[in-house]
Protein backbone atom coordinates (compact mmCIF):
# COMPACT_ATOMS: atom_id res chain seq x y z
CA UNK A 1 0.00 0.00 0.00
CA UNK A 2 1.46 3.62 -1.20
CA UNK A 3 2.12 5.97 1.64
CA UNK A 4 0.45 9.65 1.82
CA UNK A 5 1.78 11.70 4.30
CA UNK A 6 -0.40 14.11 5.64
CA UNK A 7 1.33 17.39 5.90
CA UNK A 8 -0.02 19.30 9.43
CA UNK A 9 0.38 18.84 12.62
CA UNK A 10 -3.43 20.33 13.32
CA UNK A 11 -5.08 17.43 15.83
CA UNK A 12 -8.54 18.82 14.49
CA UNK A 13 -7.39 18.65 10.57
CA UNK A 14 -6.19 14.82 11.16
CA UNK A 15 -8.97 13.66 12.52
CA UNK A 16 -11.03 15.29 9.53
CA UNK A 17 -8.40 13.87 6.97
CA UNK A 18 -8.40 10.64 8.51
CA UNK A 19 -12.55 10.07 7.47
CA UNK A 20 -12.51 12.08 4.39
CA UNK A 21 -9.82 9.67 2.59
CA UNK A 22 -10.89 6.63 4.32
CA UNK A 23 -11.81 5.37 1.22
CA UNK A 24 -8.56 5.56 -0.27
CA UNK A 25 -6.03 3.02 -0.39
CA UNK A 26 -3.28 4.42 0.79
CA UNK A 27 -1.75 4.36 4.79
CA UNK A 28 -2.33 7.68 5.91
CA UNK A 29 0.99 8.85 8.14
CA UNK A 30 1.16 12.13 10.19
CA UNK A 31 4.19 14.30 8.60
CA UNK A 32 7.20 13.23 11.06
CA UNK A 33 7.82 15.67 13.84
CA UNK A 34 11.14 16.43 12.49
CA UNK A 35 10.27 17.97 9.85
CA UNK A 36 9.09 21.56 10.39
CA UNK A 37 7.43 23.79 7.49
CA UNK A 38 7.29 27.51 7.91
CA UNK A 39 4.30 29.14 6.36
CA UNK A 40 5.55 32.48 5.55
CA UNK A 41 3.55 32.21 1.75
CA UNK A 42 1.73 35.12 1.14
CA UNK A 43 -1.72 33.28 0.15
CA UNK A 44 -3.50 30.25 1.16
CA UNK A 45 -2.50 28.25 -1.77
CA UNK A 46 1.14 28.78 -1.37
CA UNK A 47 1.55 28.06 1.89
CA UNK A 48 0.09 24.64 0.85
CA UNK A 49 1.83 23.80 -1.75
CA UNK A 50 4.76 24.97 0.31
CA UNK A 51 3.54 22.08 3.19
CA UNK A 52 3.03 19.00 0.21
CA UNK A 53 5.96 19.68 -1.64
CA UNK A 54 8.75 19.70 1.29
CA UNK A 55 7.02 17.23 3.16
CA UNK A 56 7.29 14.91 0.18
CA UNK A 57 10.73 16.00 -1.17
CA UNK A 58 12.22 14.91 3.11
CA UNK A 59 9.87 11.73 3.13
CA UNK A 60 10.47 10.70 -0.47
CA UNK A 61 6.55 9.74 -0.50
CA UNK A 62 3.16 11.07 -1.53
CA UNK A 63 2.42 14.51 0.63
CA UNK A 64 -1.27 15.96 1.08
CA UNK A 65 -1.26 19.23 2.66
CA UNK A 66 -4.17 22.18 3.11
CA UNK A 67 -4.09 25.94 4.04
CA UNK A 68 -6.92 26.85 5.31
CA UNK A 69 -9.12 29.60 7.48
CA UNK A 70 -11.66 32.10 8.17
CA UNK A 71 -11.78 35.35 6.34
CA UNK A 72 -14.18 37.60 7.83
CA UNK A 73 -15.74 40.88 5.89
CA UNK A 74 -15.95 43.14 8.47
CA UNK A 75 -12.00 42.56 9.45
CA UNK A 76 -11.17 43.10 5.74
CA UNK A 77 -10.70 38.95 5.17
CA UNK A 78 -8.49 38.92 8.90
CA UNK A 79 -7.30 36.30 10.34
CA UNK A 80 -7.13 34.81 6.95
CA UNK A 81 -3.84 33.34 6.48
CA UNK A 82 -3.07 34.44 9.62
CA UNK A 83 -6.02 31.90 11.23
CA UNK A 84 -4.05 30.24 13.24
CA UNK A 85 -1.62 32.56 14.61
CA UNK A 86 -4.19 35.11 15.42
CA UNK A 87 -3.90 34.34 19.29
CA UNK A 88 -2.05 31.18 21.16
CA UNK A 89 -5.11 29.57 21.42
CA UNK A 90 -8.30 28.45 19.86
CA UNK A 91 -10.30 30.36 22.73
CA UNK A 92 -8.13 33.01 22.73
CA UNK A 93 -8.34 33.51 18.47
CA UNK A 94 -12.14 33.39 19.33
CA UNK A 95 -12.24 36.16 21.94
CA UNK A 96 -10.02 38.30 19.61
CA UNK A 97 -12.63 38.24 16.83
CA UNK A 98 -15.82 38.43 19.20
CA UNK A 99 -14.07 41.46 20.43
CA UNK A 100 -13.28 42.88 16.76
CA UNK A 101 -16.30 42.47 15.77
CA UNK A 102 -18.28 43.83 19.23
CA UNK A 103 -21.28 46.20 17.70
CA UNK A 104 -20.83 45.17 13.99
CA UNK A 105 -23.54 44.19 12.16
CA UNK A 106 -22.16 42.51 9.10
CA UNK A 107 -21.08 39.38 10.22
CA UNK A 108 -20.52 37.69 7.47
CA UNK A 109 -17.76 35.39 6.99
CA UNK A 110 -16.01 32.45 5.02
CA UNK A 111 -14.10 29.44 5.72
CA UNK A 112 -11.52 28.50 2.89
CA UNK A 113 -9.07 25.83 2.24
CA UNK A 114 -6.86 25.09 -0.41
CA UNK A 115 -5.57 21.29 -0.68
CA UNK A 116 -2.94 20.44 -2.53
CA UNK A 117 -1.10 17.19 -3.31
CA UNK A 118 2.71 16.54 -4.34
CA UNK A 119 4.51 13.39 -5.71
CA UNK A 120 6.99 11.35 -4.00
CA UNK A 121 9.75 14.14 -5.79
CA UNK A 122 7.79 16.83 -4.43
CA UNK A 123 5.87 17.92 -7.95
CA UNK A 124 2.37 19.53 -7.27
CA UNK A 125 0.24 17.05 -9.25
CA UNK A 126 -3.22 17.68 -7.82
CA UNK A 127 -4.35 20.69 -6.11
CA UNK A 128 -8.20 22.45 -5.20
CA UNK A 129 -10.02 25.13 -3.54
CA UNK A 130 -13.45 25.52 -2.02
CA UNK A 131 -15.72 27.79 1.06
CA UNK A 132 -17.86 27.96 3.16
CA UNK A 133 -19.82 30.78 3.88
CA UNK A 134 -21.69 31.35 7.60
CA UNK A 135 -21.57 34.23 9.92
CA UNK A 136 -20.34 35.45 12.94
CA UNK A 137 -22.45 34.85 16.02
CA UNK A 138 -21.73 36.35 18.78
CA UNK A 139 -21.44 33.84 21.64
CA UNK A 140 -20.05 30.75 20.77
CA UNK A 141 -22.16 27.36 20.69
CA UNK A 142 -21.61 23.91 20.05
CA UNK A 143 -18.76 21.40 21.13
CA UNK A 144 -17.43 19.60 18.50
CA UNK A 145 -14.56 20.67 16.32
CA UNK A 146 -11.71 23.02 16.95
CA UNK A 147 -10.59 26.27 15.82
CA UNK A 148 -13.31 28.85 15.11
CA UNK A 149 -16.03 26.27 14.66
CA UNK A 150 -17.91 27.33 17.97
CA UNK A 151 -18.37 30.99 16.36
CA UNK A 152 -19.28 29.90 12.40
CA UNK A 153 -22.68 29.43 11.95
CA UNK A 154 -22.91 27.78 8.87
CA UNK A 155 -25.04 29.89 6.28
CA UNK A 156 -27.94 26.81 5.45
CA UNK A 157 -28.04 25.40 8.08
CA UNK A 158 -28.12 27.97 10.41
CA UNK A 159 -25.29 25.07 13.17
CA UNK A 160 -22.49 25.90 13.99
CA UNK A 161 -19.31 23.65 12.93
CA UNK A 162 -19.33 23.07 16.35
CA UNK A 163 -23.03 21.49 16.75
CA UNK A 164 -22.85 19.61 13.20
CA UNK A 165 -21.71 15.82 13.83
CA UNK A 166 -18.69 15.03 11.34
CA UNK A 167 -20.71 13.94 8.33
CA UNK A 168 -22.58 17.13 8.22
CA UNK A 169 -19.06 18.98 8.48
CA UNK A 170 -17.49 16.50 5.98
CA UNK A 171 -20.80 17.52 3.87
CA UNK A 172 -20.48 21.26 3.75
CA UNK A 173 -17.02 22.41 4.84
CA UNK A 174 -14.65 24.53 2.84
CA UNK A 175 -12.29 21.26 3.62
CA UNK A 176 -14.69 18.41 2.64
CA UNK A 177 -15.46 19.78 -0.45
CA UNK A 178 -12.03 20.54 -1.62
CA UNK A 179 -11.16 16.75 -0.96
CA UNK A 180 -14.20 15.50 -2.34
CA UNK A 181 -12.97 17.30 -6.15
CA UNK A 182 -9.78 15.60 -5.74
CA UNK A 183 -11.32 11.91 -4.25
CA UNK A 184 -11.33 10.55 -7.83
CA UNK A 185 -8.09 11.51 -9.29
CA UNK A 186 -6.81 10.01 -5.80
CA UNK A 187 -8.40 7.35 -6.04
CA UNK A 188 -6.65 6.42 -9.63
CA UNK A 189 -3.39 7.19 -7.75
CA UNK A 190 -3.65 4.91 -4.99
CA UNK A 191 -5.57 2.20 -7.15
P1 LIG B 1 -3.29 26.07 8.98
O1 LIG B 1 -2.92 24.81 9.70
O2 LIG B 1 -2.19 27.05 8.86
O3 LIG B 1 -3.97 25.78 7.68
O4 LIG B 1 -4.31 26.79 9.96
C1 LIG B 1 -5.65 26.84 9.74
C2 LIG B 1 -6.29 27.53 10.94
O5 LIG B 1 -7.54 28.05 10.47
C3 LIG B 1 -6.62 26.56 12.05
O6 LIG B 1 -5.62 26.52 13.02
C4 LIG B 1 -7.93 27.14 12.59
O7 LIG B 1 -7.66 28.18 13.48
C5 LIG B 1 -8.57 27.71 11.34
N1 LIG B 1 -9.40 26.69 10.68
C6 LIG B 1 -9.19 26.08 9.49
N2 LIG B 1 -10.16 25.20 9.21
C7 LIG B 1 -11.00 25.24 10.26
C8 LIG B 1 -12.19 24.54 10.56
O8 LIG B 1 -12.68 23.66 9.83
N3 LIG B 1 -12.77 24.87 11.73
C9 LIG B 1 -12.29 25.82 12.57
N4 LIG B 1 -11.17 26.48 12.35
C10 LIG B 1 -10.52 26.20 11.19
Redesign the pocket.
Known amino acids: MKILYLA?K?F??IK?YKKLLSNVNCQLLLQPESIEVE?NGNT?RE?AIKKACEVSKKTGNYAIA?????CIDALDGKPG?Y??R?AEN?QR?IERVLKELDGEKNRCAF?I?NVCVCSPSGDLILESEAKCFGNIIEKPRGNS?????PI?EEVSSRLT?AEMNNEL?DEC???GKALKKIIPQLLEIFA
Do not use: L, M, Q, T
Not at 66 to 70: H, K, M, Q, V
Not at 145 to 149: N, S
Open positions: SNGKEEFNDDSGIISSYDRFAGFGYDFFKSHR
